[in-house]
């Protein structure tokens, strides 16, 4: 039949793909996601253990009749069901004849003769089904044959969206009850599932999960109405123009901006499977960037691959001047879900992105609040391993931009960001729209600040810095970035994770939460460094500086917690640019805490320093 996106033509390459990392015949159960009509499926049905799924019931049913269509004997019926309907003349006016042939509507998708034969075909099946004359693997089967002999005469352009006003040559043919295309050789054995992926994706045990979502904003069950009505059997209320069954419920967020990188993140992060393929087309609303940052994310960097296919796409007068179009094919091998590090959008000076996986290795188990008392982008609070974490930060903007990323939905957050960007025509380098956007929002008193017009004007700053003069007004100039798909897919896991913790935000001074914590809790302290000043923190932008008086403070604060039987994580920096902090290894030493060494890390200047992590507490490496 006719399908679009149809992946026919390169089932080949995906072998290839799955050969080259040594996974075929292994045993392996392999989760067709969106099945659709079911080639990949019935291809690999060789293979592996097959599971299957789809939002439109007749996807399923049609993979299914296609997966099993060798185990199909009719025993039972004791005929050959395709020789009996083929050489019978039976007709039935039932809901197929009334509303999509011009009998009782003006409705062409049939002729009234094929329409009529259509109906008698679905009523005869499922008697046979009602009656236990056919097993469910006959039954999904000769629906599926049905559907193929439906594509047959439909006098439509290949979709049911709908109808040609004149009749198409085919159109006009007699029905014949064919068989479906099927590879014929017995499945090893197969699942099936009728839902959307992120919703079922928790519960899915597999090793492959293979996906080829829309990519555009057709909707299938819009294109496809009528064979959902067909194989539901249920004569629904339908729309008067096309003849459509409500769609609501086969809607598809794939197949909406943004909402396909939220589902694509949702997925990667709660699948059970040990590797992932993806097809994918460069015409899509996810770019090539944002789905390998997703995949790198959850699986292993060294493990990806992108293979690019050229294909010819359908032309008409809308696309022939298009450039060239692609089926991308990617591939991952996931990581264990503990190894996986989330990273704030936040381009935070002094950032702990780049050692989350070191930091975490070092902080105990059973933790009941993981108090995160310099909080900035929120790097390593989030990324800790308890449910409860307390994020505290002096600067109230960062704090109130973090919140803001786990309090909103991020497909409201991401429709704002647009509408801002599109308000002052916001790109990289343009000063003037940023200086615009930039006025216009210092303009606002303080309660009318809102922290999504900051995070939008930040993507558009030098270095994507967080800088603010002594009155508060955010003065970072123009820079050459942009709210790009990297920061995207930052943006999107991020903000996910955020909602799955029990997170509280607070901007405080750090001392003031003293008396909030408990012996069962942990605290990690990564303040401004003695040796280096970031703009955000040097003492002249309306926030309190760092000097050797306040790290004395801070190592007075640590002291305090140690006597509690507190555990503490400092993360600081012991040496840079030759300068020795001195004053840190004495308090380390007449403490006898222990010191972790990180080594060289660079920073967002360029600069290298080396860090530290002092802990009060015995480590096991």
Not at 228 to 235: Q, V
Not at 372 to 396: C, E, Q, R
Not at 397 to 412: C, G, S, T, W
Not at 473 to 497: A, C, H, Q, T
Request: charge should be positive; aromatic fraction near 14%.
């Amino acid at each position: 039949m006719r399908y679009l996106g149809n992946k026919e033509s390169i089932l080949t390459e995906i072998e290839a793909v799955l050969s080259k990392n040594n996974l075929i015949d292994k045993r392996l159960t392999f989760f067709d996601a969106f099945c659709g009509s079911g080639s990949v499926s019935n291809y690999f049905k060789k293979h592996y253990d097959l599971i299957i799924n789809d939002n439109l019931k007749w996807s399923v049913i049609y993979t299914r009749g296609r997966i099993c269509a060798s185990q199909c004997s009719f025993k039972k019926l004791g005929f050959d069901p395709f020789v009996f309907f083929n050489t019978n003349q039976e007709t039935e006016r039932g809901f197929i004849y009334k509303t999509y042939a011009p009998t009782e509507t003006s409705r062409m998708y049939f002729t009234p003769e094929n329409a009529s034969r259509i109906d008698y075909f679905r009523k005869t099946i499922q008697e046979w089904w009602q009656k236990e004359r056919i097993s469910q693997d006959e039954y999904c089967y000769l629906l599926a044959c049905l559907i193929e002999s439906v594509s047959d005469v439909s006098n439509t352009a290949g979709v049911y969206g709908a109808f040609l006003k004149k009749w198409d040559s085919r159109a006009t043919k007699k029905i014949i009850f064919s068989k479906v295309d099927s590879l014929m050789c017995t499945p090893k054995s197969l699942k099936m599932y009728n839902g959307k992926i992120e919703e079922i994706i928790n519960e899915v045990d597999c090793d492959i999960l293979y996906m080829d979502p829309p990519y555009t904003q057709n909707q299938y069950g819009t294109q496809y109405h009528l064979l959902e009505t067909l194989i539901l059997d249920d004569s629904p209320e339908v729309s008067k123009i096309t003849g459509s069954r409500k769609t609501a419920q086969m809607r598809s967020d794939w197949s909406k901006e943004y909402k396909s990188n939220i589902l694509f993140d949702s997925v990667l992060a709660k699948t059970k499977a040990k590797y992932v393929i993806l097809s994918y087309n460069n015409d899509g609303f996810m770019s090539k960037d944002f789905i390998e940052a997703v995949m790198k994310r959850y699986g292993k960097p060294e493990t990806y691959s992108c293979k690019k296919i050229a294909y010819k796409k359908y032309q008409n007068w809308k696309s022939n001047n298009q450039d060239e179009h692609y089926e991308y094919l990617f591939f991952v091998e996931m990581k264990e879900k503990n190894k996986i590090v989330y990273e704030s959008p936040l381009n935070y000076i002094g950032s702990k992105a780049k050692i989350v996986t070191d930091i975490k290795s070092f902080i105990p188990a059973d933790v009941d609040v993981f108090f995160d008392l310099f909080g900035g982008g929120f790097n390593v609070g989030v990324n800790a391993n308890a449910d409860k974490i307390t994020y505290n930060d002096i600067n109230h903007f960062v704090k109130e931009i973090v919140e803001a990323l786990a309090k909103y939905e991020v497909y409201d957050f991401l429709l704002y960001s647009k509408k801002i960007i599109k308000q002052y025509g916001l790109k990289a380098a343009d000063a003037e729209a940023y200086n615009n956007a930039r006025a216009f929002y210092n303009s606002l008193p303080t309660e009318k600040k809102d922290p999504r017009f900051l995070f939008t004007l930040i993507m558009y700053g030098y270095q994507q810095q967080i800088r603010f003069n002594g009155k508060h007004e955010f003065n970072n100039p123009v820079g050459m970035r942009w709210l790009n798909d990297k920061v995207l897919e930052k943006m999107i896991s991020f903000s996910r994770y955020c909602k799955e913790k029990q997170c509280i935000f607070m901007s405080e001074n750090y001392l003031e939460l003293e008396d909030k914590i408990s012996a069962n809790d942990f605290v990690y302290l990564d303040p401004p460094y003695q040796l280096t000043t970031g703009a955000y923190n040097d003492g002249k932008r309306g926030f309190d500086g760092w000097n050797a008086e306040l790290e004395n403070t801070l190592f007075e604060f640590a002291y305090r917690l140690n006597k509690k039987n507190i555990p503490f994580m400092l993360s600081y920096v012991a040496e840079h640019k030759g300068v020795v902090n001195k004053n840190l290894l004495n308090w380390v030493k007449e403490n006898k805490y222990h010191i972790i060494e990180l080594g060289d890390i660079l920073g967002i200047s360029g600069s290298r320093r080396k860090e530290v992590l002092v802990v009060n507490y015995e480590i096991s490496k």
